[in-house]
């Protein structure tokens, strides 16, 4: 039915309980069990490789997901057979069809715990530093596994011969070497023809002297960088009174656990041994003799391609300070200060069963845990078995994602997707499954080291991958509870969350809320904005604190709107007050031409989807004035209207998020297009023409199977960096489907 190249039988995505693990020539469904053929594989397979994964990255750099979808759906895929509603307009039964074969099709997609698996790459900044926590252990990646990165580092590599942050990305420094040291790890001769090309656009743009901080910290620990060219990660600030503002737990949680495990390499000068291969990369990546570089020249030395922030003097004067405190700095200090950062290391691998926040942390955590115990130890060992978990194979190779997965994220929404009409209810078995899944994710107990190391409290909460992961989110929480109690009000389930774990998921999101009545992500804002002053990094924006956003708010208004209808008597007050406090907020966000932008996804049309569904769900129930939301929502669609595509849709591409700036796409989006259609009938805009053709788009651009193209990259975090995720293309057009036919059909 769909093409299945040979080589792509050869991987089996494993799954239980949420987890993922991509396995090679793999006899059992035991996930522990993944490794145990670790380099079975022929020298004729790997040719199979070759052939089966090449890759045109200049069509569309985006993988379609192809190797995890076409083998599921060849494999267990059926037509609909179940009674199909029928209409006397044709026009109309179009859209039920249309329904019908998309939700039919994504069922089959569910994995057997509940969740929706797929692809959730894009940035290309993770795989370097796993490939660098492997390579420093001498814990290598199984062949086929590394066979498959090299692919698709190869697949990624543009035409000019560099390799941006991530997929869409135009070249950086950054991006180029991280790229071209990883496939030298992996074992490709610096004779490579892609290399050499590479190499030359490294030397051409100044050389590794220029790669951003990040790059720096990488290269150190390879010895490929002295640690005098690096700012002091001034690991005593650990130790500093928790009431000053600049002490790390006020930090954006990312940030903070990113640099937690830094500061410990840095405080060791952790280095590998500088064998041939390093000796060899020195002179590929310089255009100086390494011994000859002055290294504190080239702290703040970087690539004009990877400036997109600009580091402040309040930045300028904390390095003066701390790399002058460097030559004098006192000993015991030291000590106590790595001492405690690996308490905190241990603590945050124990409360998220060594899986950690996200990719970055997970593989520095890797290299300090290595260090500090050995590659013998089992606290290393349960580092290595989680490199896995965040491994993904496509069409292009195999990547690492930028977290464990999007799991209860990604079901939350498709559950809320099917479930915008009646005919979701075609699918109860779907349906069941998914509610297993996000009972399961609900977190049901707290760490007992929670408040020591500075974590918000969980129980009630829902992360945004698993339960093992462990950290709780404000909007996904959001997101758990609304597709709960749409799956409570089908009727199709015998309820398993009962009142008390709705009541604490309420009290947590209530707890998340922040003084200008905006929700952030994993905490309330712990710091002042002039923090943001100390962003050390200098190609992502925003980083240092933990900012309100308008989606992360207008899920959880969402939610208590939903609440107050379901609950009605559960802290009505103090829940109405937390609504009107958020419209507020929501309303301050939106911009003089009626859009909001978007943190999270590209971009405007997102944010304005999620803006204007919080306000219309709350007009006339008298959290705030009525004629204030009913303008609001006005300028959302006149700024949504001027937007649409002459094809009736609407595209926009990753440059938004960057520029901050609506940047159109060429072609109409699947995904955005869904947005903007979910915005104007949730806004109920009157000229039903213009939602008529964004649907027609939708009808259009659906395959004979039921399926939607993949085409741009749709995710976004700190402005600059993009991120796939491959369900949206799914959900998004499934959910304004099920709303037309709710609005328009059903009625």
């Given at each position: ?648 849709g609407w595209g926009e591409t990753f440059k938004s998020c960057s520029t901050l700036v609506y940047t159109e796409a060429e072609t109409s ?79």
């Open positions: 039915m769909l093409n299945v190249k040979p080589s792509w039988k050869n991987w089996q995505l494993l799954s239980e309980k949420g987890r993922q693990i991509w396995a090679f020539k793999h006899s059992s469904n035991n996930i522990n069990e993944h490794l145990q053929n670790v380099d079975n594989i022929t020298e004729e397979e790997i040719a199979q490789f070759a052939e089966d994964f090449q890759f045109d990255k200049s069509s569309n750099p985006n993988s379609g997901d192809k190797v995890f979808r076409n083998t599921v759906i060849n494999a267990k895929f059926q037509e609909f057979s179940g009674q199909i509603p029928q209409s006397e307009n044709p026009d109309e039964q179009k859209v039920v069809d249309a329904l019908i074969k998309g939700m039919n099709y994504y069922s089959y997609l569910q994995s057997e715990d509940g969740h929706w698996p797929g692809d959730y790459g894009g940035p290309l900044f993770l795989l370097p530093g796993l490939l660098i926590a492997s390579y420093l252990s001498d814990t290598p990646f199984p062949k086929a596994h590394r066979e498959m990165m090299k692919l698709y580092l190869f697949n990624h590599q543009n035409k000019d011969a560099g390799w941006g942050m991530h997929i869409e990305g135009e070249s950086t420094m950054f991006g180029t070497v991280m790229q071209y040291v990883s496939l030298r790890l992996l074992g490709v001769d610096k004779n490579h023809q892609q290399l050499i090309q590479a190499r030359a656009w490294i030397k051409s743009n100044g050389g590794a002297t220029g790669i951003p901080s990040w790059g720096k910290f990488y290269l150190a620990v390879l010895n490929l960088y002295d640690w005098q060219g690096f700012n002091s990660l001034f690991p005593e600030m650990w130790l500093f009174p928790q009431w000053l503002p600049v002490h790390p737990w006020r930090y954006w949680c990312h940030t903070r656990m990113v640099y937690l495990p830094m500061a410990y390499c840095y405080a060791q000068r952790i280095k590998a041994p500088a064998n041939a291969l390093i000796l060899s990369l020195r002179e590929e990546i310089y255009n100086e003799d390494f011994a000859s570089i002055d290294w504190p020249k080239q702290r703040n030395a970087v690539c004009e391609k990877d400036c997109y922030t600009t580091p402040s003097p309040v930045l300028k004067w904390m390095n003066f300070f701390t790399n002058n405190y460097e030559k004098f700095k006192c000993s015991w200090l030291r000590k106590k200060s790595t001492d405690y950062i690996l308490k905190y290391l241990n603590a945050e691998d124990e409360q998220t069963n060594y899986i950690n926040i996200g990719p970055v942390n997970q593989a520095i955590n890797s290299i300090c845990i290595w260090h500090a115990y050995g590659k013998d130890s089992i606290q290393f060992k349960k580092h290595v078995a989680r490199w896995f978990d965040y491994l993904w194979v496509a069409e292009d190779g195999m990547k690492m994602n930028g977290y464990n997965g999007s799991q209860l994220w990604d079901t939350a929404f498709a559950t809320r997707a099917m479930l915008e009409s009646d005919l979701g209810k075609l699918f109860p078995a779907a349906i069941a499954k998914s509610y297993e899944f996000i009972e399961l994710s609900q977190i049901k107990a707290e760490h007992p080291t929670h408040a020591e190391f500075f974590r918000h409290p969980m129980i009630g909460s829902w992360p945004f991958s698993t339960p093992e992961n462990g950290w709780p989110v404000a909007d996904c929480t959001a997101e758990g509870l609304s597709a709960t109690l749409a799956i409570h009000h089908s009727g199709l389930v015998k309820p398993a969350i009962n009142e008390q774990r709705i009541k604490q998921a309420v009290d947590i999101i209530l707890s998340y809320q922040n003084t200008d009545g905006g929700w952030a992500t994993y905490e309330l804002t712990r710091a002042p904005k002039w923090l943001e002053k100390l962003n050390p990094s200098e190609v992502f924006a925003d980083i240092m604190v933990d900012y309100s956003w308008t989606e992360c708010t207008a899920a959880c208004v969402i939610s208590l709107l939903e609440i107050q209808e379901t609950y009605p008597a559960y802290k009505n007050s103090e829940i109405r007050e937390a609504i009107s406090a958020g419209l507020n907020f929501i309303l301050k966000q939106q911009k003089p031409d009626g859009s909001w932008y978007g943190g999270w996804a590209v971009c405007f049309t997102y944010a304005t989807w999620f803006g204007v569904e919080a306000i219309s769900k709350a007009k006339g129930k008298g959290y705030y004035d009525d004629a204030i939301l009913t303008a609001s929502i006005s300028k959302a669609c006149i700024f949504l209207v001027s937007k649409q595509k002459a094809d009736g989006q699947a995904v955005n297009t869904a947005w903007a259609l979910l915005t104007l009938m949730a806004a109920d805009f009157g000229d039903k023409k213009v939602i008529e053709t964004g649907i027609n788009v939708l009808l259009n651009r659906q395959t004979d199977i039921g399926d939607w193209p993949q085409e741009n990259i749709s995710g976004v975090f700190n402005y600059n960096c993009m991120i796939t995720y491959a369900n949206y293309r799914n959900i998004f057009p499934i959910w304004a489907l099920s709303r037309y036919f709710k609005q328009d059909v059903q009625g």
